[in-house]
C-alpha cells in the first residue's frame, strides 16, 4: 500500500508533489507495478555498485597503466613536461608487440562441419561407377534400369547439389562479413590495434558485437554515428522546449534546431535512408567499462557469470533526449540521482549542478538468467531508462561481449587474486620505475659534482663573488677583501667530492628483469650489450617467437568467435533483400526459418589461421617459386604469373611497361598449336606446346587430389 509516507519517498527521487500525489492517485494495480518496477531497478543498483566495489582496485591500476604508458610516472606526476628522468621503454616495448599481433585484415573462411549427405551412396567411386554401368546397360537393352541403381544415382546427384548449395551459402556468409568488418566506422582494423594495445596496457579488452536494423537505438562507446533517427529525436526535444518556453526565441539551441531540420532534410535528398539498413555493429569498450558479477571466475567466456553491466557515463540532457524520456520518465537532477564528473567519479549525493551540464551513469544490465537486458540510471529507481528487452538476436554463445586477454587468470571463491589480470605494463612497471630512479640519482649526483668553491665567511665581498662567477674568459679580476700580497688560492678552495661509481647506477639488472618478463631479447630494446652472443639472441627470438604464437592465437580465437557468433546473427535476421545488394546477384541465402538453423549448425565460420598478423615475405615468394613453374607448365598466362612474382617480392616495378608491343617484338611468340617458324624449334618443356591428344575410348585413372 502506498501511502503518505510512500509520498514522502517519492519527493526523494526529484518528484514535485504533483506528481508524487497523481503516483497516489493511481489504480492499485498500477501501483503495484510501478513499486515492484521500483524496488528491482533499486536492487540491480545496489548490486551492480557491490560488483564495481569489489573491482575497484583493478579498474584503479588500469587507470593508473593508462598513465604509465603516457609517461606519467612518478608519484604526483601530472603532465608529461616533468623535470626529473624518464626514460620510457614501457610504450616501445607496447608498440612493437602491437604491430606484431595484429598487422592487418584478417580474412574469414566459411568451413562445413563433418556430416553424412549421402543415404544410399557409401562414398567409393566404384559403387557409383558399377550402378552408372547397370543403368546404361538397362537403356542398351530397352529394359527398365534397376531401381537401386536408379534410387543410388539420384541419391548421388541430391547430395551433390545440397553441396554446392552449401558451399555457396558459406561464400556468401564469407563476402557478407567481410563487408561488415570493411565498413565499419571508425575502421575495424584501427580499433582492433587499439583493442590489442588495450589489452597489453590494462590487461584485459572487450570487443560488444551487435545486429542493428535501420540503426535501432544502441548505445555505444565509439559515438561515430549520429543517423536521421537521431538527429529527429535531437530537434523533437528541442520544439518540446520551445513550446514549453524553456528556450527562448534567441536562445543558441534555435540555431541549432535549424541545422539539425536542415540536415534531415539533406539526409533525405540524399536518400540515407535508402542504405543497407541491416548490419552488424562492433563496438569496443574500455576496459573498465565492463562490470562483472562476484560469481565470475574467469573472464575468457565470462566463466561462472550470470549477470554483467556496461557502463556509460554520458550528459544528462543526452539521456533523456536520445531515449526521448518525457514527463514522469524524464531523469531529474537532485534526490537520489547520482551525478559523476569527467573523470567517471561518482560525486556526493545532492552536489546540484545545471540539468545541461551534469554527467549521469547509465549501466546497460545483462542477464543469462531472463536471457534479456535492460538500461538503468544510477539512482533513478522510478522507471528505466530502456525497458528490458530479450537479446536479440540470441546466439549460442549468449554473451554478446567478447573478452581479451593475454594473461588470462582463473579465481576461486575467498581468492586474493582478481578475475583481472596483469597487464604487459604491470609486469615491467616497477622496473621502468626503478630505471627511472637510477637515472635520476645518477643526474642528482652529476649535479653535485658540479665545480663547488668554499671559503671563509667575509673573506670574499659579495662584488668578488659576483665577478668570479661571472667573468668573461680571460678577464682579469681585481679582487677587494685579498690583501695586497696576499695568496689568492687560499682564500677559497674547491669543495671535495665523492666519484661516480658506475656499478652504482647500472640499470642493467632492470633490462633483464623487463627480458625475462615480457619474453622480449635485448636486440629488441635497442643496441645489442658486448656479453651478448648470436647463439644467445636466436634462442631468445625462438622463446619470444613461441609466447607471440600464443597471443596470435588469443587473437584469432576472438576474432573466431566473433565471426562464429556473426554468422548466426546474419543467418537468423539478414534478409535476403540486404544480402544480394551485398554479396550480388550469385547469392545463396536460406529462407525459412528452420533452414536457416540448420545452416547455422553445418557452417562454421572463422578467420584463417594467422591472416591478423603480419606476412611471412619469405614463405610467400617460396611458395610462388614452387608454384610459377607449374602454372606456366599447364599454360597460365605469363604475364599474370609475372605480375604476382613481383608482387610478392614486395617491388614496385611497373609490368606492363616491360612487355612488348603487338608486333614489335624481336622474337615472335609462338601460337599454340601451330608450329613454330622456320629456322626456330619450340623450346623444351615450353608450356605454350599444345598438350598431346587422348586417343578414343582409352581409359584414364582418376588421380586423388
Known amino acids: 500500500m502506498l501511502g503518505e509516507d510512500t509520498t514522502k519517498e517519492k519527493l526523494a527521487f526529484g518528484q514535485s508533489d504533483q506528481e508524487a500525489q497523481s503516483d497516489v492517485d493511481m489504480p492499485q494495480e498500477d501501483k503495484d507495478d510501478m513499486e515492484s518496477r521500483?524496488?528491482?531497478?533499486?536492487?540491480?543498483?545496489?548490486?551492480?555498485?557491490?560488483?564495481?566495489?569489489?573491482?575497484?582496485?583493478?579498474?584503479?591500476?588500469?587507470?593508473?597503466?593508462?598513465?604509465?604508458?603516457?609517461?606519467?610516472?612518478?608519484?604526483?606526476?601530472?603532465?608529461?613536461?616533468?623535470?626529473?628522468?624518464?626514460?620510457?621503454?614501457?610504450?616501445?616495448?607496447?608498440?612493437?608487440?602491437?604491430?606484431r599481433l595484429y598487422a592487418r585484415n584478417p580474412q574469414f573462411s566459411a568451413e562445413r562441419r563433418k556430416r553424412l549427405v549421402f543415404k544410399l551412396w557409401d562414398g567409393k567411386q566404384e559403387t557409383a561407377v558399377n550402378a552408372l554401368a547397370a543403368i546404361q546397360s538397362a537403356l542398351m537393352m530397352g529394359v527398365p534400369p534397376p531401381m537401386d541403381a536408379f534410387a543410388l544415382m539420384q541419391d548421388i546427384e541430391q547430395g551433390m547439389q545440397a553441396n554446392e548449395h552449401c558451399a555457396r551459402i558459406g561464400k556468401?556468409?564469407?563476402i557478407l562479413y567481410q563487408y561488415q568488418t570493411d565498413t565499419q566506422e571508425p575502421e575495424f582494423k584501427t580499433q582492433m590495434k587499439q583493442l590489442v594495445q588495450r589489452t597489453c596496457v590494462n590487461g584485459v579488452g572487450y570487443v560488444r558485437m551487435s545486429f542493428s536494423r535501420a540503426y535501432d537505438k544502441q548505445l555505444t562507446a565509439s559515438h561515430t554515428r549520429t543517423d536521421i533517427g537521431d538527429r529527429t529525436s535531437a530537434a523533437k526535444a528541442i520544439l518540446e522546449q520551445l513550446e514549453k518556453g524553456d528556450v527562448r526565441d534567441h536562445d543558441a539551441k534555435v540555431e541549432q534546431l535549424k541545422i539539425l531540420i536542415a540536415s534531415i532534410e539533406n539526409s533525405v535528398v540524399d536518400n540515407e535512408q535508402g542504405d543497407i539498413q541491416e548490419r552488424l555493429l562492433f563496438d569496443f569498450p574500455s576496459s573498465t567499462a565492463i562490470i562483472p558479477d562476484s560469481n565470475t571466475r574467469c573472464l575468457v567466456g565470462f566463466i561462472g557469470t550470470e549477470q554483467l553491466a556496461q557502463e556509460y557515463i554520458l550528459p544528462l540532457?543526452?539521456?533523456?533526449?536520445?531515449?526521448?524520456?518525457?514527463?514522469?520518465?524524464?531523469?531529474?537532477?537532485?534526490?537520489?540521482?547520482?551525478?559523476?564528473?569527467?573523470?567517471?567519479?561518482?560525486?556526493?549525493?545532492?552536489?546540484?549542478?545545471?540539468?545541461?551540464?551534469?554527467?549521469?551513469?547509465?549501466?546497460?544490465?545483462?542477464?543469462?538468467?531472463?536471457?534479456?537486458?535492460?538500461?538503468?540510471?544510477?539512482?533513478?529507481?522510478?522507471?528505466?531508462?530502456?525497458?528490458?528487452?530479450?537479446?536479440?538476436?540470441?546466439?549460442?554463445?549468449?554473451?554478446?561481449?567478447?573478452?581479451l586477454c593475454f594473461n588470462p587468470v582463473e579465481t576461486e571463491k575467498g581468492s586474493d587474486c582478481s578475475i583481472f589480470?596483469?597487464?604487459?605494463?604491470?609486469?615491467?612497471?616497477?622496473?621502468?620505475?626503478?630505471?627511472?630512479?637510477?637515472?635520476?640519482?645518477?643526474?642528482?649526483?652529476?649535479?653535485?659534482?658540479?665545480?663547488?668553491?668554499v671559503t671563509t665567511k667575509g673573506m670574499i665581498s659579495d662584488r668578488d663573488k659576483d665577478k668570479i662567477v661571472g667573468a668573461e674568459p680571460n678577464e682579469i679580476i681585481e679582487l677587494q677583501n685579498i690583501p695586497t700580497g696576499g695568496d689568492?688560492?687560499?682564500?677559497?678552495?674547491?669543495?671535495?667530492?665523492?666519484?661516480?661509481?658506475?656499478?652504482?647506477?647500472?640499470?642493467?639488472?632492470?633490462?633483464?628483469?623487463?627480458?625475462?618478463?615480457?619474453?622480449?631479447?635485448?636486440?629488441?630494446?635497442?643496441?645489442?650489450?658486448?656479453?651478448?652472443?648470436?647463439?644467445?639472441n636466436t634462442i631468445a627470438e625462438q622463446s619470444r617467437m613461441s609466447t607471440q604464437g600464443s597471443n596470435v592465437d588469443d587473437i584469432d580465437d576472438l576474432l573466431s568467435a566473433m565471426a562464429e557468433a556473426g554468422e548466426e546473427m546474419m543467418l537468423r535476421e539478414f534478409s535476403p533483400e540486404t544480402v544480394a545488394r551485398i554479396v550480388g546477384p550469385g547469392y545463396a541465402w536460406p529462407t525459412n526459418p528452420q533452414e536457416r538453423a540448420d545452416y547455422v549448425n553445418?557452417?562454421?565460420?572463422?578467420?584463417?589461421?594467422?591472416?591478423?598478423?603480419?606476412?611471412?615475405?619469405?614463405?610467400?615468394?617460396?611458395?610462388?617459386?614452387?608454384?610459377?613453374?607449374?602454372?606456366?607448365?599447364?599454360?597460365?598466362?605469363?604475364?599474370?604469373?609475372?605480375?604476382?612474382i613481383v608482387k610478392r617480392l614486395d617491388d614496385q616495378l611497373e609490368v606492363s611497361d616491360f612487355f612488348p608491343l603487338p608486333g614489335m617484338g624481336a622474337v615472335a611468340t609462338p601460337i599454340p598449336g601451330q608450329a613454330p617458324p622456320q629456322g626456330q624449334g619450340a623450346p623444351p618443356n615450353d608450356p605454350r606446346q599444345p598438350l598431346p591428344q587422348i586417343p578414343s575410348g582409352t581409359s584414364v585413372p582418376l588421380v586423388a587430389g
Request: glycine share 6%; aromatic share 8%.
Open 38 to 99: 521500483r524496488l528491482f531497478i533499486k536492487s540491480a543498483n545496489e548490486a551492480i555498485k557491490k560488483w564495481k566495489s569489489k573491482y575497484d582496485n583493478d579498474f584503479k591500476r588500469m587507470r593508473d597503466n593508462m598513465a604509465f604508458i603516457g609517461s606519467i610516472q612518478w608519484d604526483g606526476q601530472k603532465k608529461i613536461d616533468y623535470d626529473k628522468y624518464v626514460a620510457n621503454f614501457c610504450n616501445q616495448l607496447i608498440r612493437q608487440k602491437v604491430s
Open 317 to 403: 540532457a543526452y539521456v533523456n533526449d536520445y531515449f526521448e524520456l518525457r514527463g514522469d520518465d524524464k531523469i531529474k537532477c537532485g534526490g537520489e540521482v547520482v551525478q559523476y564528473n569527467e573523470k567517471g567519479e561518482s560525486l556526493q549525493p545532492n552536489a546540484g549542478g545545471e540539468e545541461k551540464e551534469a554527467l549521469v551513469c547509465v549501466w546497460d544490465l545483462i542477464s543469462r538468467k531472463t536471457k534479456s537486458h535492460c538500461l538503468i540510471c544510477d539512482g533513478w529507481h522510478k522507471n528505466y531508462v530502456q525497458a528490458p528487452e530479450p537479446v536479440e538476436p540470441m546466439t549460442k554463445r549468449f554473451w554478446p561481449i567478447f573478452p
Open 602 to 644: 553445418e557452417l562454421l565460420l572463422q578467420v584463417k589461421a594467422a591472416s591478423s598478423g603480419r606476412p611471412n615475405q619469405a614463405i610467400a615468394v617460396a611458395n610462388i617459386e614452387r608454384l610459377a613453374p607449374l602454372l606456366l607448365q599447364f599454360g597460365a598466362n605469363p604475364q599474370a604469373v609475372i605480375r604476382e
Open 488 to 536: 689568492v688560492d687560499k682564500a677559497f678552495v674547491p669543495k671535495s667530492k665523492v666519484g661516480i661509481d658506475p656499478a652504482l647506477y647500472d640499470s642493467k639488472m632492470y633490462a633483464e628483469d623487463t627480458l625475462i618478463t615480457t619474453g622480449t631479447q635485448e636486440a629488441n630494446l635497442g643496441p645489442p650489450q658486448p656479453n651478448t652472443t648470436a647463439t644467445g
Open 172 to 174: 556468401t556468409l564469407e
Open 421 to 453: 589480470p596483469p597487464s604487459d605494463i604491470d609486469l615491467i612497471k616497477s622496473a621502468q620505475k626503478e630505471h627511472n630512479r637510477t637515472r635520476e640519482a645518477l643526474r642528482e649526483h652529476r649535479k653535485a659534482n658540479a665545480p663547488l668553491y
